[in-house]
């Protein structure tokens, strides 16, 4: 994928696609993987994902209300958001977590809005 974007060729694409590269090999040596498959280094591009949700909503396929806080206490999990799962907890109205995207249509929609910066 790092590899099509910087294939697009003009300056934003090819210092996005080599972020992309940079953030894998890092990941990599440090030996963070999928849970599920340890070969799997794939990157999740968070911070993205919120923009094209903002430019195309459909991009989400799994959305759900949760409760949620970020955890602001020094410790390891310092910073990350904390997603409460117990039943009892009653859920924020106005708090959703993404839990699936289109990866597909998220990667075109990167792509073309590459081929469009300059």
């Known amino acids: 994928d790092a590899q099509e974007i910087i294939d697009i060729g003009n300056r934003p694409a ?5 972020l992309m590269v940079h953030f894998l ?4 040596l440090l030996g963070i993987s999928n849970n599920e498959d340890p070969d799997d280094h794939n990157i999740a591009l968070h911070d993205v994902m919120c923009i094209l949700y903002l430019l195309d909503p459909s991009i989400i396929t799994d959305l759900r209300k ?4 970020v955890d602001f206490g020094g410790n ?13 907890t009653p859920r924020d109205e106005e708090t959703y977590v ?21």
Do not use: C, H, P
């Open 98 to 118: 993404a839990y699936g995207i289109d990866k597909q249509k998220a990667f075109k929609m990167i792509k073309e809005l590459l081929r469009r910066a300059n």
């Open 14 to 18: 090819k210092f996005f696609g080599e």
């Open 25 to 28: 090999e890092r990941i990599t």
């Open 66 to 69: 949760e409760k949620v806080d």
């Open 76 to 88: 390891f999990a310092d910073g990350q958001l904390i997603v409460d799962f117990r039943s009892y």
